[in-house]
Nanobody, 124 residues
Framework: QVQLVESGGGLVQAGGSLRLSCAAS????????MAWFRQAPGQEREFVAV????????SYADSVKGRFTISGDNAKYTVYLQMNSLKPEDTAIYYC?????????????????WGQGTQVTVSS
C-alpha cells in the first residue's frame, strides 16, 4: 500500500516562502515519478511540478516557473517543493502524487497515488 503524507503548508504573506514535504512509504520508489498538484476552491486540480524517477528531469507549470523548485531525497523517500515569492493566487490545497514512470507525467489522470493534501494560504 502506497502512502504519501504532505506537510509544511500554512499561512504566509505575499512575497514569502514555504517548503512543502511529501514523505512516501509502502514500497520502493526508485522508479517513481513524484509530482505536486494544487486545487483552489471552485477550481480543478492543476499540475504544479514533477520530478523524474532518477531525479534528472523536472517540469513546472508556467505559473510557478522561476519561483518554485521541486527536489527529492531518495534515501528518505521524500520530495520537496520550495515555494518562493508566493502570491495570493498560489493559495490552494497542495497534493503530492506518485506513479511508476521514467518520464515526467503532468496530467492529473496519470497518477494513481495521492496524499491527503496540505493547505497553503497566501495573504495580500
Amino acid at each position: 500500500q502506497v502512502q504519501l503524507v504532505e506537510s509544511g503548508g500554512g499561512l504566509v504573506q505575499a512575497g514569502g516562502s514555504l517548503r512543502l514535504s511529501c514523505a512516501a512509504s509502502g514500497r520502493t520508489f526508485s522508479n517513481y515519478a513524484m509530482a505536486w498538484f494544487r486545487q483552489a476552491p471552485g477550481q480543478e486540480r492543476e499540475f504544479v511540478a514533477v520530478l523524474s524517477s532518477n531525479g534528472a528531469r523536472t517540469s513546472y507549470a508556467d505559473s510557478v516557473k522561476g519561483r518554485f523548485t521541486i527536489s527529492g531525497d531518495n534515501a528518505k523517500y521524500t520530495v520537496y517543493l520550495q515555494m518562493n515569492s508566493l502570491k495570493p493566487e498560489d493559495t490552494a490545497i497542495y497534493y503530492c502524487a506518485a506513479r511508476p514512470a521514467v518520464w515526467v507525467p503532468t496530467k492529473y489522470s496519470e497518477y494513481p497515488y495521492w496524499g491527503q493534501g496540505t493547505q497553503v494560504t497566501v495573504s495580500s
